[in-house]
């Protein structure tokens, strides 16, 4: 279990952002604690507010008063509601907010549930509760709560993150029928793809492309698979290998029976609408293809792009590595086909002559910097950590004036005091 911890002079905002979820039905409060109670359990953000008032009125000097706090289980754990409250409880008594008011609010909105939590860290007094070695002292906890709940351990997912499994194919290190073995004997086992294409377009990311080839034996058509190692640009830096040298698993007959299994399974997949939907709304707030592939890896996806020698796109593949799925651009939907982003990255006709001159394309092409799960090229640390959302993310206007209201009356209040 990860936890964030974030602070801001904006209480309204932030209690704002946690109840727009309710309203859009991707919400839930667990729990009130120390706040003042309705009549049917239902809050509007002011009158939650109301119960942090007098902590704001008696507040000394502390600028960033507000506290809110998300702790996200990994994906796989499956949390009780009952089990989430406790959960809020027990870190709050330990980080030494047991005694504050504060509300815990459960968040559906992506594919994995977690809560956030929002309190003020000044006491009834106006002082400012400690925040030293909150880091350790937050750390500390959930490895205690993950052990009470039997909660996958967040050092262990990153330290599986940060395992090699499998490396990117490199020539000057020699041995080169070893490094492709250690990819291609396991590699369809990890992930689904549904041509031989796609299959190229993963093998691109450790620097390896496969190769159909036919012909007849004793007056019997043959076929079968020659992998070659290749440069980081795609281009071949090495003499084949016969796909027998790797065992069955890497042989054209064993990946054909891979490429009809995944036809069917990936077709029901929920993971394919949201690839769909990241890709598009990814596509239409980028500027150019480099933007766009950054983004997309920090989402954990990789994208192979196919240019011709006139440096048109032909193909796109997204490498989705969270549901470990291989997607041609045309199996997402018409929006995702190669021809929408070479029309809106191609260069004018007029240019293109001169332009083309100055291209460096080719088939495939590999965005430059790769997406590091599994070690493709380098570990990350932050992979995981980034998968979360950011804890105050921006806030709908819809209470505006409501907000601005409550900024007045607490500008009054404090104005009466010091009178």
């Known amino acids: 279990m990860i936890a964030k911890i974030g602070r801001s002079s904006n209480l309204y905002s932030t209690l704002s952002y946690n109840n727009l979820k309710i309203e859009k039905e991707k919400g839930q409060i667990l729990l009130t604690n120390k706040m003042i109670e309705t009549a049917d359990g239902k809050y509007t953000v002011s009158q939650l507010a109301k119960s942090f008032v007098p902590y704001l009125l ?4 502390t600028e960033k008063y507000t506290l809110h706090i998300s702790l996200n289980p990994d994906p796989r754990d499956h949390v009780s509601d009952q089990q989430y ?3 809020a409880q027990k870190y709050m008594q330990e980080m030494g907010y047991g005694e504050q008011p504060f509300v815990v609010f459960k968040h559906t909105d992506i594919d994995r549930s977690h809560i956030h939590i929002v309190s003020v860290c ?7 509760i400690s925040d030293k070695f909150e880091k350790v002292r937050s750390m500390k906890v959930c490895r205690e709560l993950e052990e009470k709940f ?5 050092l262990e997912k990153e330290t599986q993150l940060n395992s090699p499994i499998f490396k990117a194919v490199d020539y000057n290190r020699g041995d080169i029928k070893s490094q492709i073995a250690s990819v291609v004997r396991h590699i369809s086992s990890q992930y689904r793809f549904q041509s031989l294409g796609e299959y190229n377009a993963l093998l691109s990311l450790y620097n390896i492309t496969a190769e159909k080839v036919k012909g007849e034996l004793h007056g019997h058509l043959q076929k079968g698979l020659l992998y070659f190692p290749t440069d980081r640009n795609g281009k071949k830096t090495g003499h084949p290998f016969r796909a027998s040298l790797f065992g069955k698993k890497a042989g054209l007959d064993s990946l054909e029976r891979h490429f009809e299994s995944s036809i069917k399974k990936m077709k ?3 993971e394919r609408e949201k690839l769909q939907e990241k890709v598009v709304l990814t596509f239409q707030s980028s500027k150019d293809e480099k933007s766009f592939t950054k983004k997309l890896q920090k989402e954990g996806i990789d994208t192979v792009i196919r240019k011709s020698n006139e440096g048109r796109i032909y193909g796109m593949t997204f490498i989705d590595h969270p549901s470990k799925t291989v997607w041609n651009g045309s199996r997402l939907g018409k929006e995702c086909s190669a021809n929408v982003f070479n029309d809106k990255w191609s260069k004018p006709s007029k240019m293109a002559d001169e332009e083309v001159k100055d291209q460096h394309t080719f088939s495939p092409k590999l965005t430059q910097d790769r997406h590091p799960l599994f070690n493709a090229v380098e570990s990350s640390r932050d992979s995981f950590f980034e998968s979360f959302d950011g804890i105050l993310p921006p806030v709908s206007n819809e209470n505006d004036d409501e907000k601005i209201e409550f900024a007045k009356r607490m ?3 404090k104005m009466r005091k010091k009178n």
């Open 150 to 154: 039997g909660l996958i351990s967040a």
């Open 122 to 128: 000044v006491d009834e007094d106006g002082k400012k």
């Open 85 to 87: 409250t406790e959960i």
């Open 268 to 270: 029901s997949l929920p």
């Open 58 to 61: 008696a507040n000394r000097n």
């Open 411 to 413: 500008k009054k209040r």
